[in-house]
């Protein structure tokens, strides 16, 4: 990254259909991962990691009721783990707080024998992709 952090993502923005149970599934996920709460307005909140930040707003002009990832568009958001058992620690808490584990019978390497991910969805259709460092290289 140069000095300036030209090109570095600055924020995302997801367009959610229910505030209330976006703030309380990215909210909690986003906490664990390390962001804190940074901007409250009516209709929407974001959270901070640095100089980057993530925000879900229920906007007034949403075109639609449903996020669909499988459309064009947004898919999912990845995130860094520190190690497996931050990932699996989260996995275990992720269905008491709106998210389901995505390809359970592949759990921990849905993407490949070589990774040792996590993919989550929540009620809204949106999906999270935990990356852990493999332990097996």
Known sequence: MTPTGHGALHHVELWVPDLPRA????GWLLEVLGYTPFQTWDNGRSWRLGPTYLVVE???ALTAAEHDR???GLNHLAFRMADTGALDALVFEAPRHGWRLLFPDRHP???GAHTYAAYLENSDGFEVELVAPSPTG
């Open 23 to 26: 703030v309380a599934s990215f």
């Open 109 to 111: 390497h849905a993407g």
């Open 58 to 60: 229920q906007s007034p």
């Open 70 to 72: 499988c459309r064009p």
